[in-house]
């Protein structure tokens, strides 16, 4: 195989481990989505997380350490409108968001 064009070793965080993972957590207070590259494409480098509650962010850290220094959070007062896929505790994963708008950033 030519330099330039070796397979890489990892997808990164695939979308079903970050699933997983979230739905591990025990003490989360409000709801919890998976937004951005990884619900777009389905693997990232790193996780983007939308909270309605911010004192859901140390638990968040806490348990699931594998992802330190992994996530940005962001505020949000209700299920975002850009695609995501709520991975509150408790509840079955569910998909959202304005499929529009997700073509529209892929450039579709």
Do not use: C, W
């Amino acid at each position: 195989m030519p330099p330039g064009n070796a397979p890489t070793s990892s997808p990164g965080i695939t979308l079903g481990e970050a699933v997983a993972s979230f739905n591990s957590l025990v003490g989360i207070e409000g709801r919890v989505f998976l937004v951005g590259q990884l619900v777009q494409e389905g693997s990232a480098p790193d996780l983007e997380v939308a909270l309605t509650d911010q004192t859901d962010r140390n638990t968040i850290t806490q348990g699931l350490p594998q992802y330190r220094g992994k996530i940005t959070f962001h505020a949000v007062a209700d299920a975002p409108t850009e695609p995501h896929v709520e991975v509150t505790p408790g509840s079955a994963p569910v998909q959202g968001g304005d499929a529009n708008q997700a073509a529209a950033m892929l450039g579709g």
